[in-house]
């Protein structure tokens, strides 16, 4: 039986887990995993990409090592953050992180150009000022843009890394803010009027279709070769890939960021749904994910690591459930997106300087369960949908709490896992390449089969 390698990376952390099917289910293994996170470079917030490239490249050494050679590998990673490459290949660097603030004037600046309401009735994604669209035009307004050939964005880049084959993946590019959500390409009439380099955009691909096999250099150092894929390299459209939902689900991704959601086949690009801030994001089979984007697990991360790790996340959880405070934050407000300090973030949105700690983790919990609500509750009204279930999967779907809290906040049948949710789906993007009556009906079906759900 063929493996195939999905190589998952996020803000904090970066996974190389093998798939292959055994005995009718899905086994994934994990081989090889890294650290990953955001530095301060001359106050500028950035990726260091050498260091993940080497990290991607000594994952694959791994499997050299174990024995256990894939036949292909797809890279999945967040959204909207790219590298800039000159005409010789080579990058322009930094590598500006989403959570820098550079984009702070951006928004407006391009809103004078294309307004608002325009910009999300041709591209259908909701503002975050940390959108590509923006993140590009201080790239122009720096000069940067204009040594550029190419913008390739993470996973795209990385695939580049391995196999020199520059390409762009459908999910990951409509992150951007400059794909059109009805032809699935490039917007050239958003890229022309805000002046952007037209030879930066190029051929957008499908999920599940081939890269290309891994370069000379590659090869000689893995030991090797195999077959780089387009897995839906956004990494919540390979969650929602694998997730087991149905046309009345709700999708909860839970990392990081908690993507809250539903799966359409169509665009929904209504005033209504810009007002409410949903997104219409691609996904597998060119179906649209309509979410919305929450700072999810970030908000306990940050907690912790200001407090220097001295709790761990179960300790967390169970200090919150402590507190009977219920007073709520907005965890979309960009107050959130690179605090100093979080716990004083969330006191001082709240009003409260002298809250306790459990109290300000009782706080962020319901705060997030709540969000949860409003957002099903949108997507209900604006999508003309029932929604009877929820799917939370993703890491952060082993908290218990959090789990039982929007149960009690939607009043709706939960169901948590399967955990890999991400990696689960970008394999399984490869084995629809690979198997030809593989169909996304019968990959969650596999999904099912293979991985325990727990019903809240």
């Given at each position: ?28 293994t994990e081989i090889y995993r ?258 919305k984007n929450i700072m999810g ?97 993703g890491g952060g779907s082993k ?58």
């Open positions: 039986m063929a493996y195939c390698l999905a190589i998952d990376i996020g803000a904090s952390s970066g996974r190389h887990l093998l798939g292959e099917i055994k005995d009718g289910k899905l086994e994934i890294f650290e990953n996170g955001i530095r301060e470079n001359d106050g500028t917030l950035v990726w260091d990409v050498d260091v993940l490239c080497e990290n991607v490249i000594k994952g694959l050494e791994k499997c050299r090592e174990l024995g256990r050679i894939p036949q292909t590998v797809a890279i999945d990673t967040w959204g909207v953050d790219y590298v800039l490459l000159d005409e010789n290949g080579r990058e322009i660097l930094p590598c500006v992180a989403y959570r820098d603030s550079r984009t702070a004037s951006a928004v407006q600046e391009v809103y004078q150009i294309i307004s608002k309401s325009e910009l999300y009735s041709r591209t259908g994604i909701g503002e975050q000022s940390y959108n590509t669209v923006f993140q590009l035009w201080c790239d122009k307004l720096s000069g940067k843009m204009d040594k550029a050939a190419h913008m390739l964005m993470m996973p795209d880049y990385l695939s580049y890394k391995l196999t020199g084959v520059v390409s762009h993946e459908y999910t990951i590019c409509s992150t951007t803010g400059l794909v059109n959500a009805q032809s699935k390409t490039w917007d050239s009439e958003i890229i022309d009027r805000l002046g952007y380099k037209k030879e930066l955009f190029g051929h957008i691909s499908a999920p599940c279709t081939p890269v290309g096999n891994l370069s000379e250099e590659i090869k000689k150092r893995v030991g090797f070769d195999c077959l780089v894929m387009h897995c839906p390299s956004h990494d919540t459209a390979s969650a929602v890939a694998a997730c087991p939902i149905a046309d009345d689900s709700l999708f909860i991704s839970s990392g990081t960021w908690s993507l809250v959601g539903t799966e359409n086949t169509y665009p929904v690009t209504t005033e209504q749904a810009m007002t409410a801030g949903l997104s219409n994001e691609g996904g597998i089979n060119y179906r649209y994910r309509f979410l697990m970030w908000l306990f991360q940050s907690i912790r690591r200001e407090l220097n790790s001295q709790y761990t996340y179960d300790e967390m959880m169970q200090l919150a459930m402590t507190s009977s405070f219920k007073e709520l934050i907005d965890p979309t407000d960009d107050v959130f997106l690179a605090p100093e300090s979080m716990i004083e973030a969330v006191k001082n949105s709240l009003g409260r300087p002298d809250l306790p700690l459990a109290d300000v983790l009782g706080s962020v919990y319901h705060s997030l369960a709540y969000s949860y609500s409003k957002t099903l509750t949108e997507i209900e009204n604006i999508a003309g949908k029932e929604i009877k279930h929820i799917n939370i999967v908290d218990k709490y959090l789990n039982s809290l929007t149960k009690q906040y939607t009043q709706r049948n939960v169901s948590a896992g399967p955990v890999e949710c991400t990696a689960t789906g970008n394999i399984l993007s490869q084995m629809f390449y690979l198997y030809k009556d593989m169909t996304i009906e019968k990959a969650r079906e596999l999904v099912r089969r293979s991985f325990d759900t727990e019903n809240v």
